[in-house]
């Protein structure tokens, strides 16, 4: 249902119902797949794609008819781009490409999910800078969190949670700048 967003060139009323269906449905699935047991990679990776695809539509509406000044275009694509870096590195480092759920990722989600109507009730600037930092420390954390991890893991809540099965040790850290061997 998200991709439907990209038939509309305005916001409308019929674009807004759509688009808290998508909303609805996207704030659903998880736990309905965590009561029916019916979680999986799949899922987990087509609730992004889900999530991506209502976002660009959004987007897509809300810069054809104007609403967004290009300094935002710039500064959430900047911000997407360090996304995709994340996953990215996921892939060059775990075999597997894939984004972090992280808590700042969520805030950023529902950051964006408000443009819309920021638009409606006239605080789009404002909105948009709050969406621009929301959305560039999750990029950042994302990248970070690719970095530091020993692990592919898609679910770890913050850098800031780090700990354990998820840092890299001080000894996997001489390892790595000492190609494996000590130094005195």
């Not at 954390?141 to 991890?149: G, M, N, R």
Request: charged residues 15%.
């Amino acid at each position: 249902m998200r991709p439907l967003c990209f038939f509309f060139d305005t916001v409308t009323t019929g674009f807004l119902i759509i688009y808290l269906i998508c909303a609805l449905s996207d704030l659903l699935d998880g736990p309905v797949a965590r009561k029916t047991n019916a979680e999986g990679i799949l899922g987990s990776v087509l609730d992004t794609v889900g999530d991506f695809l209502m976002y660009l539509g959004m987007m897509k509406v809300l810069i054809v008819s104007c609403a967004v000044p290009g300094w935002a275009i710039f500064w959430i694509a900047g911000a997407l781009i360090i996304h995709i870096t994340s996953a990215l590195i996921a892939g060059f480092r775990f075999g597997k490409f894939y984004f972090v759920h992280s808590l700042s990722g969520k805030l950023m989600g529902v950051a964006m999910f408000f443009v819309p109507f920021a638009f409606l009730i006239g605080i789009m600037t404002e909105h948009l800078i709050v969406t621009g930092i929301i959305s560039s420390i999750s990029a950042i954390e994302a990248v970070f969190i690719q970095l530091k991890t020993d692990s592919a893991d898609m679910d770890i809540l913050s850098v800031l949670t780090l700990t354990g099965k998820h840092e890299i040790s001080e000894a996997q850290i001489g390892d790595l700048t000492a190609g494996g061997k000590e130094y005195e």
